[in-house]
């Protein structure tokens, strides 16, 4: 599940802009965040349609099984919403409004889940009404998928809830740096042939002839821009504390395809079977801070007549 | 005519009574009296036990003239006198208590020295007697082949001893059960009531209570522990211990802080009668013992050192690829008895035990890292001063224990140590033939020091100390009275319990008391029948120790490309417990009714039967206080809040047994059981089953005396699957695939079953014994599931965890 921020909210004002060709992942209250959904297997990627994921807001990471058949009916309207559980629609995608938080109260992140029926096995009506029951009876063939909300930049949240440190002022390096935003795959180098051969130059959502047989090579070429580094703070000797992000990525493959694991490495080579039409990769890249982004590469089978 | 010979104990004693009629001819005729021609003196001598050398009582002892020119010493057994053979003349005694033996009128002079005695093969010996000079000690060699006389008991120790239903071994028993490697502690996991340990680890489950619910007192004080780690063996060795026994539950007020049962190990009381020992090895640890007197009184010293890790270290060596968790452990008795000259025995007693258990894997180098090392460590010294007249008995120990835990892991350390003061006094007195009554005091003071650290994010590291202690007091009387065939212990207990563990909220809830009546009854009804029943209420402080693995045993680990679901008694088996969880003040007392009756039959063939009913309601509250501050949390509670579930637990079990003298015994044990929980903190209150029901659990067992001194054994066992909570759905989150848990334990693992054969070989010698043994677990290598191994994302149960087959060899020498 990926989430960002699609549509900032007043705070958002205070922190730095990001990339255009970039999104929040942190989350400020006010804020609208975009919701995506991506299931995937190493031998088949759903179409989130057909799937038709129901969304549910709760608060905490086990949420989901306090959730009763009249939470599925409460909308996500506000802060009060969020903690005992609520729903923000049906789609392949969904959007959420933060609210500003009672600050009196817990401002504990809410979780949203996906919940869907996988086609042939469950419908989605089963699996949310299996999540009603304590504890579930059994939740085959429904694919759900959870993600906390990240609230952030940091220093916006301890301004807010007035927990600033005056001993240990945040350091203007914090202040003005790019907000945490998710990686995004965009370009790949793919070669046909031979490893040897000259490599195309392919972007996510692009569709490439082989032949059955065809080796091919897929190589991901990640944005050095999607490794950020943070200042997080200040040491007792009063140096600056930096992170950098850890990315990762992830292949799925539309079909069962001798060569393609879920591996983390970013090449993959397969052999293009003869009996499909068209093969689809999908790649999903994830940051150690939550960022998460995916793009495809289409692989269209040429049958071979004249 | 043919020969015969004279082997085996009727034709021994048939021999000696041919003999003897055959000596009063030969006396009648007076060229047949030695003493006419040669002068004659007393000849003594002491005849024992080949191989443990205790002397051998009741021992018929025949002198004849020696006629062949044979060398002085054992005769072997083809040269043995045959029927038919009429000496010259014969003498004969019998040995004393000692063995020992004087025979009067007895030439000097080369003579044949026969011993016959009951259940030992005879023994003929040429010496050289000069007179008024006692022989060399004769050794006979046991006719079955067991170094041990083995009994099966199932009867108190003394008759009044208040118990409604308890089982004995003894540790000759012990010593040839297979598939128990000859362990105390795992041979009473073959008896009705006790439960089969998952995973074949070290816990005692008695009648469906949870292992932290019953006790095992070693003497008259509790162990903290059982078992090493992963179950490999008891803290002690059989050789030290004269017996124990198991009351899996309605027990006596005698013994507290318990709502299962109590398992009673006996210790032994070292020989007086020379320097004994043993010394044994095989695939996993190596003992030794040696006893003897000292002074007036007796000492005996044993120790034992698992060396696992080293065994896997060899493997590792062998193999790089391969990386094991090493476990090690030792333990160690040492005791001093000694009967004073007022008359009271006094008893000085240290015993102690340690473990390392070492957990390892593979980095992306290909090297062995250690993840987590584990330790704990106990060492008790006590005292035990016993005193018995005709109408009064009184009884005082007292011991200290010092208790040392630690876990290490990359990110975390947590030790914990503690003092355990313990002690009892006792004091009995009879009245009347018919009633005598018991009053006692008991008291465990466990102070505490705890200390954590936690550097899991390297910019918050985390540590934290607490000291406290847990105290528990009981006051207790029970009396014994006759009413002709029927015998009535009533009795009461009451205990104090008090807690500090100053990590709370200022909750001012740290004591609470229990008030314990309890009445066992037994009826002789017939010689061969008797009834016996018992009701009682059992209380326990909830223990203070919690998880100290930190989460290393718990649900959903990764194992290869899998995932470990991990059953809770799994869980706490493996679990070290060494209390670096979060602590608080609030005492819980759990409080059990137990009830149990039972009929007992002997047939007049030695088939004995034992059936008995048990029914347990186990009632255990959980509280909670609200720990801590900040904005948005609400403040901090004045009174806990507690939740209660509660356990119920009835059944039957049966035994029925079977003993043909020394050769053969053999037992079927069954219990029926169900246990359920039935938690009511929900609306409606939800019932399942209980972590450690076994519903049925049938033990076959048969041990049988071979010629040529082997001895085979074999052990099967049934019984019902545990629950375990089904994993029924995942759910994916950014970090990882996380299983969704169906209803708490409702399935079950598939039925357990397992044969475990065990022979043992022992060769004797005069002032030796060797004994090899192989003992092999699960012959036929059934995969017994005790754990599933799921897809790391949930969706297929890719594997199991079991047991497999496991021989094991072992070779021990006794004198």
Redesign the interface.
């Known amino acids: 599940?990926r989430i960002e921020v699609a549509t900032p909210g007043p705070l958002s004002l205070l922190v730095a802009p990001v990339p255009a060709d970039r999104h929040r992942v942190e989350a400020l209250p006010g804020d609208t965040i975009a919701l995506q959904l991506l299931v995937a297997s190493s031998q088949q990627v759903w179409a989130t349609d057909a799937l038709d994921p129901a969304w549910l807001v709760c608060e905490g990471?086990d949420c989901?099984?306090g959730f009763s058949a009249a939470h599925l009916q409460t909308p996500c309207d506000g802060p009060l919403a969020f903690l005992d559980g609520c729903t923000i629609g049906r789609g392949a995608d969904a959007r959420l409004r933060i609210p500003v938080p009672d600050?009196?109260?817990?401002?504990a992140a809410p979780t949203v889940?996906a919940v869907a029926g996988v086609p042939g096995e469950a419908t989605t009506e089963a699996c949310l009404q299996?999540i009603t029951h304590r504890?579930?009876?059994?939740?085959?063939g429904?694919?759900?998928?959870?993600?906390?909300v990240r609230y952030g930049p940091a220093w916006v949240l301890q301004a807010l809830?007035g927990?600033t440190d005056p001993e240990r002022p945040t350091p203007p390096e914090e202040l003005l740096q790019q907000p945490n935003f998710n990686p995004e795959v965009e370009r790949f180098s793919v070669r046909v042939g031979s490893a040897g051969a000259t490599p195309i130059d392919a972007r996510a959502g692009d569709t490439i002839a082989v032949d059955p047989g065809d080796d091919v090579w897929v190589e991901f070429e990640s944005d050095p821009r999607d490794a950020q580094r943070f200042v997080v703070?200040v040491d007792a000797t009063g140096h600056l504390?930096r992170t950098v992000e850890y990315v990762g990525s992830q292949w799925y493959a539309s079909t069962a395809v001798e060569g393609i694991t879920t591996a983390f490495d970013p090449t993959q080579h397969f052999v293009v079977p003869d009996d499909v039409d068209a093969v689809r990769l999908d790649l999903v890249v994830?940051d150690s801070n939550?960022g998460?982004g995916w793009g495809s590469l289409t692989f269209e089978v040429d049958d071979g007549a004249p | 005519m043919a020969r015969r010979e004279w082997t085996g104990v009727a034709a021994g004693v048939a021999f000696a009574s041919v003999m003897l009629a055959r000596a009063g001819e030969a006396a009648a005729a007076p060229p047949g009296d030695p003493c006419a021609r040669a002068s004659c003196s007393t000849l003594r001598g002491v005849v024992a036990r080949a191989g443990d050398r205790r002397p051998l009582p009741s021992a018929r002892v025949l002198v004849v003239p020696e006629t062949t020119t044979r060398k002085p010493g054992d005769v072997p057994r083809r040269h043995h006198l045959r029927e038919g053979q009429t000496p010259a003349w014969l003498r004969a005694g019998t040995t004393d208590a000692e063995g020992r033996f004087a025979i009067d009128d007895v030439p000097s002079g080369r003579l044949r020295v026969v011993v016959v005695a009951d259940g030992f093969v005879r023994q003929e010996t040429i010496v050289v007697a000069v007179a008024d000079e006692p022989l060399r000690k004769l050794f006979v060699e046991p006719v079955a082949g067991d170094p041990f006389r083995t009994v099966v008991a199932q009867k108190p120790r003394r008759s009044d001893a208040p118990q409604s239903s308890s089982t004995a071994l003894t540790r000759e028993e012990i010593a040839t059960m297979p598939g128990t490697q000859g362990d105390p502690l795992r041979a009473i996991q073959s008896l009705p009531g006790v439960g089969r340990s998952p995973g074949g680890l070290g816990m005692i489950v008695l009648r469906g209570a949870a292992p932290n619910q019953s006790r095992v007192f070693y003497g008259e004080h509790p162990i903290p522990r059982a078992f090493h780690v992963l179950g490999f063996s008891s803290v002690m060795q059989a050789d030290v211990l004269d017996g124990l026994d198991v009351q899996p539950s309605t027990f006596g007020a005698r013994w507290g802080q318990a709502t299962g049962g109590v398992v009673l190990l006996r210790p032994r009381r070292g020989r007086r009668d020379g320097v004994h020992g043993h010394a044994k090895a095989d695939l996993i640890s190596a003992g030794a013992r040696v006893e003897g007197p000292l002074g007036r009184g007796s000492y005996l010293i044993a120790a034992q050192r698992g060396y696992v890790d080293a065994v896997l270290q060899v493997v590792e060596k062998v193999d790089p690829t391969a990386v094991f968790a090493l476990p090690r452990y030792y333990d160690y008795q040492a005791q001093y008895d000694l009967h004073t000259r007022h008359g009271a025995d006094l008893t000085v007693r240290a015993i102690g035990s340690g473990d390392r258990w070492r957990g390892r894997y593979l980095d992306d180098t290909g090297r062995r890292v250690e993840g987590f090392v584990l330790t704990d460590n106990f060492h008790r010294l006590e005292l035990v001063h016993a005193r018995q007249t005709a109408r009064w008995r009184t009884l005082f120990t007292p011991a200290v224990r010092f208790d040392a835990a630690r876990a290490t892991g990359e990110m975390y350390a947590g030790t914990r140590r503690g003092v355990v003061v313990s002690a009892r006094a006792e004091v009995e007195r009879a009245f009347t033939q018919r009633f005598s009554l018991t009053l006692g005091t008991d008291l465990v003071v466990s102070p505490f020091r705890v200390h954590t650290q936690d550097s899991t994010f390297a910019t918050m590291p985390t540590s934290r100390t607490i000291e406290g202690f847990d105290a528990t007091v009981g006051l207790y009387a029970v009396g014994t009275l006759r009413l002709g065939r029927v015998t009535l212990w009533p009795g009461v207990r009451i205990s104090g319990f008090a807690r500090r563990a100053p990590e709370n909220t200022g909750v001012q809830h740290s004591e609470a008391h229990a008030f314990d009546p309890r009445v066992l009854a037994r009826w002789d009804v017939a010689k061969r029948w008797s009834l016996r029943g018992g009701v009682g209420l059992y209380s326990q402080l909830d223990d203070v120790a919690m998880s100290g693995s930190d989460g290393l045993f718990g649900s959903g680990n990764s194992l290869g490309a899998g995932r470990v679901e991990l059953p809770p008694a799994l869980q706490q088996a493996l679990d070290p417990q060494i209390g670096v969880g979060e602590l608080d003040d609030i005492v819980n007392v759990l409080t059990a009714l137990h009830g149990s009756a039972g009929v007992t039959w002997t047939s007049r063939f030695g088939l004995t039967l034992d059936a008995t009913a048990f029914t347990r309601h186990l009632v255990a509250p959980q509280s909670y206080v609200t720990t801590g501050t900040g904005p948005g949390l609400p403040p901090r509670s004045r009174q806990p809040y507690t939740v209660e579930a509660q356990t119920r637990t009835w059944g039957a079990e049966l035994l029925l047994r079977q003993r043909v003298a020394d050769r053969l015994f053999a037992w079927l044990g069954y219990t029926i059981m169900r246990s359920d929980v039935i938690d009511r903190d929900v609306r409606p209150p939800v019932r399942r089953p209980s972590s450690y029901e076994q519903r049925h659990n049938l033990v076959a067992l048969a041990s049988y005396a071979l010629p040529r001194h082997f001895r085979l054994g074999a052990r099967f066992r049934v019984v019902s699957g545990s629950p375990y909570t089904p994993v029924v759905g995942t759910i994916v989150t950014e970090y990882a695939t996380v299983g969704v848990r169906g209803r708490t334990n409702s399935a079950r693992f598939p039925v357990f079953h397992q044969l475990d054969v065990r022979l043992d070989k022992t060769w004797y010698r005069k002032r030796t014994t060797w004994t090899a043994y192989v003992d092999v677990q699960n012959v036929y290598n059934h995969q017994n599931v005790e754990a599933l191994i799921y897809a790391a994302d949930y969706r297929s149960v890719i594997g199991t965890l079991g047991l497999p087959i496991f021989p094991s060899l072992g070779v021990r020498l006794d004198w």
């Open positions: 599940m990471p989901l099984f600050l009196t109260r817990s401002f889940f299996a504890p579930p009876p059994s939740l085959r429904c694919a759900i998928i959870a993600r906390s809830l927990s703070g504390t994830d939550g998460v």
